[in-house]
């Protein structure tokens, strides 16, 4: 499964023709892409302009809403993790082992995966 951070979205928004490709092709594999409400929060500013793209990519994107569920999942591994961040959180809870989350913050995201105890990639843009 491939996640998406704010960083993958902004490289969208910036028409990075590989983060483009690199999700085209999960979705037309039939595995649309996951992401959390938060981070649609974090990147959403009305879908006009240079948001087109960013409004286009949303339609074949999974977007799990940050419920009691998730947001008590994405507290512990805060308290776990020592970090700070809900919404970096709340993308790493969305991961099971063997996913790729497409991002632009390696570094705050690698120390909440291993508090979650995932094998995971992170793929930078």
Known sequence: ??????GAFLAVERNDRSVVAQIKREQLAGRPPLT?????????????????????????????????ELGRLAGMLLARSG???AIDASVVCLARDGDDIMTSD?????????AADLHIELISV
Request: hydrophobic fraction near 45%; charge should be neutral.
């Open 106 to 114: 390696t570094a705050d995201l690698r120390p909440l995966a291993e």
């Open 36 to 68: 959390s409400g938060g981070v649609v929060a974090q990147v959403w500013r009305g879908g006009r302009g240079p948001q087109v793209s960013l409004a286009r990519l949303l339609a074949g994107v999974r977007i799990v809403p940050i419920d009691d």
């Open 83 to 85: 970090r700070s961040d």
């Open 1 to 6: 499964m491939l996640i998406l951070d704010a």
